[in-house]
């Protein structure tokens, strides 16, 4: 998200004052001069009539700030791997207490949404609840396990884009794989392993398949966790994985050489962990 958009204010109930109409979730009220006790409009002692059930409250502003803030998650404006607006951000953005905006920020750490990382900052960390219940079940798998997940999901999107890309797909695949490009030449593991695990996301994207890209957007931390392992502690020639011909498989509408190149990216971890991702 812009750091410059503000964030919608919650709306806060107001209490009533003296002279707001009486709340009938206290139960209806006694004409003047009835018995305590009466029926409303009799003025015996006839027992009241049962007590209606209370309206439902309204959630809570805390409530109201978690909503907005995983709407910004959910919605991309905050993408995984970003970090979010600091707290006095949150705070002038949203107009509400300092404790409210923590509040509902740890109860998204909770959740596995966001990560709080002292002295450095709150980062995206998963799209929804189910991101962070994967990425907390999975934090300790077979690495191996990890590899083979992955080259099942990645050669059927990449089957399947090839099928279905769109010419606004090519487009940005294109431009994913310039910046993964980019970020191999700049030496940068941390910059590289996030633009790789752009690129494949982009090539599920283009998949069309909303049920096999939300699947592999909810495994994105434990997938990323083995790129990480996978990419090592530098980037050497010798690791380098040319992508170019996975996007041309998918540009040509070649299914089964798109299938292979993107299987052939994992390929090598039966080995052992290699000098850099594919």
């Known amino acids: 998200m812009n750091r410059g958009q503000s964030l919608s204010t919650p709306s806060r109930r107001r209490a009533?004052?003296?002279?707001?109409?009486?709340?009938?979730?206290?139960?209806?009220?006694?004409?003047?001069?009835?018995?305590?006790?009466s029926a409303p409009g009799?003025?015996?002692?006839?027992?009241?009539?049962?007590?209606?059930?209370?309206?439902?409250?309204?959630a809570s502003l805390s409530?109201?700030?978690?909503?907005?803030?995983?709407?910004?998650?959910?919605?991309?404006?905050?993408?995984v791997g970003?970090?979010?607006?600091?707290?006095?951000?949150?705070?002038?953005?949203?107009?509400?207490?300092?404790?409210?905006?923590?509040?509902?920020?740890?109860?998204?750490?909770?959740?596995?949404?966001?990560?709080?990382?002292?002295?450095?900052g709150t980062y995206v960390i998963a799209t929804s609840e189910l991101a962070g219940v994967m990425h907390r079940r999975f934090a300790d798998a077979d690495l191996q396990h990890v590899a083979e997940l992955r080259?099942?999901?990645?050669?059927?999107?990449?089957?399947l884009a090839a099928a279905r890309r769109t010419?606004?797909?090519?487009?940005?695949?294109?431009?994913?794989?310039?910046?993964?490009?980019?970020?191999?030449?700049?030496g940068d593991v941390d910059r590289f392993v996030e633009?790789?695990?752009?690129?494949?996301?982009?090539?599920?994207?283009?998949?069309?398949?909303?049920?096999?890209?939300?699947?592999?957007?909810?495994?994105a931390e434990v997938l990323l966790a083995f790129l990480r392992v996978d990419v090592g502690d530098r980037l050497s020639p010798e690791g380098y994985m040319d992508h170019s011909?996975?996007?041309?498989?998918i540009r040509e509408g070649a299914v089964e050489d798109a299938g292979r190149e993107a299987a052939a990216h994992t390929a090598e971890w039966s080995h052992g962990p290699s000098p850099a991702a594919g």
């Open 42 to 58: 009799t003025g015996s002692g006839a027992p009241s009539a049962p007590r209606p059930l209370a309206a439902p409250q309204r």
């Open 63 to 79: 409530d109201q700030v978690i909503a907005t803030l995983r709407e910004q998650i959910t919605s991309g404006a905050w993408p």
């Open 195 to 219: 633009a790789d695990r752009s690129l494949h996301m982009g090539v599920l994207a283009a998949s069309h398949n909303e049920v096999l890209s939300a699947l592999y957007a909810d495994l």
């Open 82 to 120: 970003s970090r979010i607006p600091t707290e006095p951000e949150l705070v002038e953005q949203l107009g509400v207490a300092r404790n409210t905006v923590r509040e509902a920020v740890r109860a998204l750490a909770h959740n596995g949404l966001l990560d709080i990382r002292q002295g450095s």
């Open 245 to 249: 011909r996975l996007l041309r498989a």
């Open 151 to 159: 080259s099942a999901l990645e050669t059927a999107g990449a089957k």
């Open 167 to 186: 010419e606004q797909d090519l487009h940005r695949l294109d431009g994913l794989l310039e910046r993964r490009e980019s970020a191999w030449e700049s």
């Open 16 to 37: 009533p004052d003296s002279g707001d109409p009486p709340d009938d979730r206290d139960g209806p009220g006694h004409p003047a001069g009835a018995a305590p006790g």
